[in-house]
């Protein structure tokens, strides 16, 4: 008996140690990442990549080709002509039209005759359709030209009907496109219904337009082929730490068109394989759902994780643990769209909730939960077979949903949590000629700045298979602002696989890099993946070329992801 209460008082005194040392970390400086903190870093490095490869596999209808760019034309000399002083524009609906006007003013003062104005028609024609407004016409009306005056009459093309080829298709199109019949006809409304339609992963569209009764009205015909709309994935990886289990599987179970409004919706299970019960492990849950409304994008999520490991100290034992409960919820715009790009603005409001314990007693002062607002400017440009995609984000902590108080209100060098967190995002997909078939290039450059002290959590991590690649990701670096650049080359193999190579880099700076074993590496991979036997895999070596001396990894790194899908 006596023994036992010895080894309790032990326990209780290695505890409270442990608690009082985490307090005053937490209280005066910025303090080096904990395990909630890696485990943290590293999903938030994870959904990060995902977010980025989603965007970059969004389907993009483009209908037309480049456009011409500025149109202009040399107005020929001619007999009878006459100097026109002023050009007009009448029609209905001219609002949408008035930036046709200055294109005709630089030709005011010309001389101009019957060929002549062809041109100009021709003219006002082609930037129509460059526009998108592809079943509106140019109609010259009986005038007298010795007043100085050319008058264009602007006939609008209109959208009579939308509809279904077969009326029997589970869904409806009326969230997906920003029009309805009786607008005018613009070939960019168009590719954004058909977009938001072919979003929903089970389901592929066309559309054909067909005239309608009236003059200049047009029916608007989508065919649908639609495919069985839930699926199981289950998944393997080595994506975890040897703390809390190497091995981790999940399963996703989804269901496109749930509401019939071209809605998506999956939820997830996830845990350890190690299967080393209260030695260590991991579990979480998330679920996500989407939906579209013409030119916005909406969508929320939620994910809840968390691990547990023994911890042995001084001849005694204890199971450290933690806990992330996030909600992010999100809306897209699309600002502006044509033949070869898109830009869109996002708004996101996120919550998250970080809890510490050891033997199932909460660490107070190692709680977070911080709100944060998010405002991101996203494009996505062709240039031939050249993809750029880019995301440029201020992101605010906000007293909002529970947020936990300004801990710098009582210290100037404690982190904040009303932070302003600058984030850039790019990536590049580019053919490389090596011979047939093509090569191709990817790069990723992701950046972080902020001049605040920010919690381990929202520091930028570095060192893993979702930042730089090479290492094993036990150790990684850490700080408040920092960079990392992905390099690629992938080469198509048969049967529908390919192999590729991978050189990256990364620095990060800042309070917190301060207590992380350095600042800067460099690693390379080399890899495998593809399909096989209904089967998705990706198997890799990571190689460290330049890392701290400090920071322990394995070299080479093996790593794999297997996926099926039923």
């Known amino acids: 008996m006596n023994l036992f209460r010895s080894q309790s008082l032990q326990k209780s005194i290695v505890l409270t140690a442990a608690i009082l040392l985490l307090g005053q970390n937490w209280a005066w400086a910025a303090q080096a990442p904990n395990r909630t903190d890696i485990e943290d870093q590293n999903r938030r490095a994870r959904q990060e990549a995902q977010d980025r490869q989603q965007r970059a596999e969004s389907p993009d209808v483009f209908l037309q080709k480049g456009g011409n760019g500025e149109h202009t034309i040399q107005l020929p000399e001619e007999t009878p002509s006459f100097v026109i002083h002023t050009f007009q524009l ?31 028609a021709k003219l006002l024609t082609e930037s129509l359709i460059d526009r998108g407004y592809i079943t509106t016409r140019v109609l010259i009306p009986q005038q007298n030209l010795s007043s100085g005056v050319l008058r264009f009459r602007i006939l609008p093309g209109i959208i009579q009907d939308i509809r279904f080829v077969d009326p029997t298709i589970r869904g409806i199109w009326q969230s997906a496109f920003p029009v309805r019949p009786g607008d005018i006809l613009n070939l960019r409304d168009l590719e954004q219904g ?36 839930w699926k199981v994935i289950f998944s393997l990886d080595d994506s975890g730490s040897q703390a809390t289990g190497k091995l981790q599987e999940s399963a996703t179970f989804s269901y496109d068109n749930f509401l019939g409004i071209n809605d998506l919706f999956n939820v997830s299970l996830n845990c350890d394989a190690d299967r080393a019960g209260s030695d260590r492990g991991t579990s979480g849950n998330s679920f ?79 709680r977070q939960q911080i709100t944060t607002a998010k405002l991101a400017l996203r494009q996505k440009q062709y240039n031939g077979q050249t993809v750029l995609n880019w995301e440029l984000a201020a992101q605010r902590g906000v007293p909002w949903f529970g947020a936990e108080p300004d801990p710098q209100a009582s210290s100037a060098d404690s982190p904040t949590t009303r932070f ?41 991590s570095i060192g893993n298979r979702y930042t730089v690649r090479g290492f094993d990701g036990e150790q990684t670096l850490s700080g408040e602002t920092g960079w990392y650049w992905r390099n690629e080359l992938s080469f198509p193999q048969a049967n529908s696989g390919e192999f590729y190579l991978g050189l990256d880099c990364g620095h990060v700076y800042g309070p917190t890099s301060a207590l992380s074993p350095g600042r800067f590496l460099l690693g390379s991979v080399l890899g495998v993946r593809g399909n096989w036997q209904g089967a998705q895999y990706d198997v890799f070596l ?18 794999f992801q297997l996926i099926y899908q039923l």
């Not at 001219?94 to 100009?120: H, S, V």
């Not at 759902?289 to 809840?304: E, K, L, N, V």
């Not at 580019?430 to 450059?445: D, I």
């Not at 890392?547 to 790593?559: D, N």
């Open 420 to 460: 302003t967190v600058w984030t850039a995002d790019a990536t590049l997909t580019a053919p490389v000629h090596f011979g047939n078939p093509k090569a191709q290039y990817t790069a990723v450059l992701h950046g972080q700045y902020t001049k605040n002290t920010l919690f381990a959590s929202q520091c930028l």
């Open 194 to 229: 058909l977009e938001q339609m072919k979003r929903v992963p089970s389901q592929d569209v066309d559309m054909q337009l067909l005239p309608g009764d009236k003059p200049g009205a047009s029916m608007v015909a989508i065919t649908v082929k639609q495919a069985k709309p």
């Open 288 to 366: 996500y759902y989407s939906f579209p409304q013409g030119y916005w994008t909406y969508s929320i999520s939620h994910s809840y994780y968390q691990y547990h490991q023994t911890v042995a100290n001084s001849g005694n034992s204890f199971v450290s643990s933690g806990q992330m409960d996030d909600w992010n919820i999100e809306a897209e715009r699309l600002l502006h769209r044509d033949q070869r790009q898109k830009t869109s603005l996002a708004f996101a409001v996120s919550t998250g909730l970080n809890q510490y314990f050891m033997d199932d007693t909460e660490i107070g002062v190692e």
């Open 90 to 120: 009448e029609g209905d609906h001219l609002e949408n039209f008035l930036w046709l006007q200055p294109l005709l003013n630089q030709y005011a003062g010309a001389k101009i005759g019957k060929e002549g104005i062809n041109l100009l």
């Open 542 to 559: 990571g190689f460290p070329l330049r890392k701290p001396a400090a920071l322990e990894t394995a070299s080479p790194t093996l790593g």
